[in-house]
């Protein structure tokens, strides 16, 4: 039976909800971007270690990112059920997961020089993404920390917590790495370590504040102590999503350490120029695909499941609208887009803009695909359909994304060649997720346990 107490939201509060979301990742985005740019002038060995360390160092985010997802599933669900005192619980266990991962992540640093030298990185680059790396994982727990509570309020409906978050770590991070990358009076220069150095402070003082606003709004109410069976709930939902992420994402980085790396660090540099453009296109379809997925949860919660096909409709509209309007961009101006990414040299140039303008149009039908996954696969992950999800995502990128990639490769194919596979594993994806919804599956599921254990089909 529909619940009376629960209405269809419009699209307007699809935004409303959406753009502190949408603002919040791209201030995310705003910090690899401008560390990007700040050491282009240091040259394509930089540029390259700086954004391919930063991709290194995130796969190692992947998994406890993604596990931390799920408390926004399990907050939107409880807040449209009306359960504050789960929901508060929900909260310390996200806070639980970041914990574990800093002990993880602290552990993996003397392991980095030789995951490094198992790639086709050039000595210079590889010393200098060694060290950006290793000191990027020192800030793991705090960033996830930061995406369990933004989560658990965003779940709620408070997405500002999330933004404010991210704000001050881009406020604080952005003069900062200029004054450690470049120098400034008795602060010597430090190039790339510079970058790392500076999204560590930024990134923990984000945590202080999210931390402070978690605490802020149980105050006053009774602990709600801690419930094993309960933080085992969140693995089991949780862990299919951040290994998905993992994995997904560590594919990726083979197709860029394997595949790109090999062709040249002028390759490697311009891929890494328009994944830094398409972070920030990125960002906003994120965010408009995960407030779709809170209201997804919310109208579960408040057993109004009948509702979701129409929020997924407009959802994916949105989303693909904005793709859409960047692809534009994209296709008309992409050397002015590419211009701060531009090595130093004439002949630097040059070679930079050969590889980089034909890969930025190809990315334009990436991101359409990219647009219609994100917002079917939320969907499902808001109803806690993560399991599926995960094997799929996994047997289409290691059983066949990884393979082509490499041989194309090894067959001499070149960076246009090589980046348009990834426009057919998109394609493939967004079929997958949009079939898997409109199949129901989602419907039997029972993320917070209130009803009988339904299996997954």
């Given at each position: 039976m529909e619940a009376t107490h629960w209405r269809l939201p419009t699209v307007r509060a699809l935004f409303a909800l959406a753009w502190p979301m949408i603002l919040g990742r791209a201030a995310q985005s705003v910090v690899g971007f401008t560390d990007a740019v700040m050491v282009a002038p240091l040259g394509p060995d930089?540029?390259?270690?700086?954004?391919?360390?930063?991709?290194?160092?995130?796969?190692?985010?992947?998994?406890?990112?993604?596990?931390?997802?799920?408390?926004?599933?399990?907050?939107?669900?409880?807040?449209?059920?009306?359960?504050?005192?789960?929901?508060?619980?929900?909260?310390?266990?996200?806070?639980g997961?970041?914990?574990?991962?800093?002990?993880?992540?602290?552990a993996l640093i003397p392991a980095v020089p030789w995951l490094l030298a198992r790639a086709d990185y050039t000595p210079a680059v590889s010393?200098?993404?060694?060290?950006?790396?290793?000191?990027?994982?020192?800030?793991?727990?705090?960033?996830?920390?930061?995406?369990?509570?933004?989560?658990?309020?965003?779940?709620?409906?408070?997405?500002?917590?999330?933004?404010?978050?991210?704000?001050?770590?881009?406020?604080?991070?952005?003069?900062?790495?200029?004054?450690?990358?470049?120098?400034?009076?008795?602060?010597?220069?430090?190039?790339v370590r510079g970058a790392a150095l500076a999204s560590i402070v930024a990134t923990l003082a984000g945590f202080a504040y999210a931390l402070g606003a978690f605490a802020s709004a149980g105050r006053g109410e009774d602990r709600p102590g801690w419930r094993w069976e309960e933080f085992r709930r969140v693995l089991r939902f949780g862990l299919p999503n951040g290994v998905n992420w993992f994995l997904e994402f560590a594919a990726f980085l083979f197709f860029i350490d394997v595949v790109f790396a090999g062709m040249g660090t002028a390759a490697l540099a311009a891929l890494m120029a328009v994944l830094q453009l398409n972070s920030i296109a990125f960002m906003p379809a994120f965010g408009l695909a995960n407030a779709g997925a809170i209201h997804?949860?919310?109208?579960?919660?408040?057993?109004?499941?009948?509702?979701?096909?129409?929020?997924?409709?407009?959802?994916?509209?949105?989303?693909?609208?904005?793709?859409?309007?960047?692809?534009?961009?994209?296709?008309?101006?992409?050397?002015?887009?590419?211009?701060?990414?531009?090595?130093?040299?004439?002949?630097?140039?040059?070679?930079?803009?050969?590889?980089?303008?034909?890969?930025?149009?190809?990315?334009?039908?990436?991101?359409?695909?990219?647009?219609?996954?994100?917002?079917?696969?939320?969907?499902?992950?808001?109803?806690?359909?993560?399991?599926w999800p995960m094997r799929v995502r996994i047997a289409i990128s290691w059983g066949a994304f990884v393979p082509v990639t490499l041989l194309t490769a090894r067959w001499g194919g070149g960076p246009v060649v090589a980046l348009s596979w990834v426009v057919l594993y998109m394609a493939a994806l967004a079929a997958l997720m949009a079939w898997r919804f409109r199949r129901g599956a989602w419907r039997t599921m029972r993320l917070t346990g209130d009803e009988s254990e339904a299996l997954e089909p």
């Amino acid at each position: 039976m529909e619940a009376t107490h629960w209405r269809l939201p419009t699209v307007r509060a699809l935004f409303a909800l959406a753009w502190p979301m949408i603002l919040g990742r791209a201030a995310q985005s705003v910090v690899g971007f401008t560390d990007a740019v700040m050491v282009a002038p240091l040259g394509p060995d930089a540029l390259a270690a700086t954004g391919n360390g930063a991709l290194n160092a995130f796969a190692v985010f992947m998994l406890p990112l993604g596990v931390v997802f799920i408390v926004q599933s399990f907050a939107a669900q409880l807040s449209g059920r009306h359960d504050p005192a789960r929901l508060r619980r929900y909260g310390w266990y996200g806070l639980g997961v970041a914990l574990l991962s800093e002990l993880v992540a602290l552990a993996l640093i003397p392991a980095v020089p030789w995951l490094l030298a198992r790639a086709d990185y050039t000595p210079a680059v590889s010393a200098l993404m060694g060290d950006y790396i290793a000191l990027r994982l020192v800030g793991v727990g705090a960033a996830v920390g930061i995406e369990a509570i933004a989560n658990w309020f965003g779940g709620q409906g408070d997405t500002r917590v999330g933004l404010a978050a991210s704000v001050l770590v881009m406020v604080l991070n952005v003069p900062l790495a200029w004054v450690l990358i470049h120098g400034l009076g008795p602060v010597p220069a430090m190039g790339v370590r510079g970058a790392a150095l500076a999204s560590i402070v930024a990134t923990l003082a984000g945590f202080a504040y999210a931390l402070g606003a978690f605490a802020s709004a149980g105050r006053g109410e009774d602990r709600p102590g801690w419930r094993w069976e309960e933080f085992r709930r969140v693995l089991r939902f949780g862990l299919p999503n951040g290994v998905n992420w993992f994995l997904e994402f560590a594919a990726f980085l083979f197709f860029i350490d394997v595949v790109f790396a090999g062709m040249g660090t002028a390759a490697l540099a311009a891929l890494m120029a328009v994944l830094q453009l398409n972070s920030i296109a990125f960002m906003p379809a994120f965010g408009l695909a995960n407030a779709g997925a809170i209201h997804v949860g919310q109208a579960i919660g408040a057993d109004s499941a009948d509702a979701v096909r129409a929020l997924v409709r407009r959802t994916l509209l949105a989303a693909a609208a904005w793709m859409g309007l960047v692809g534009v961009g994209y296709a008309l101006a992409p050397r002015l887009l590419l211009a701060p990414f531009s090595p130093g040299s004439l002949a630097e140039r040059t070679a930079f803009l050969a590889v980089a303008v034909p890969l930025l149009r190809v990315a334009v039908a990436w991101q359409l695909f990219d647009a219609v996954t994100m917002v079917y696969s939320e969907t499902l992950r808001a109803a806690g359909d993560t399991a599926w999800p995960m094997r799929v995502r996994i047997a289409i990128s290691w059983g066949a994304f990884v393979p082509v990639t490499l041989l194309t490769a090894r067959w001499g194919g070149g960076p246009v060649v090589a980046l348009s596979w990834v426009v057919l594993y998109m394609a493939a994806l967004a079929a997958l997720m949009a079939w898997r919804f409109r199949r129901g599956a989602w419907r039997t599921m029972r993320l917070t346990g209130d009803e009988s254990e339904a299996l997954e089909p």
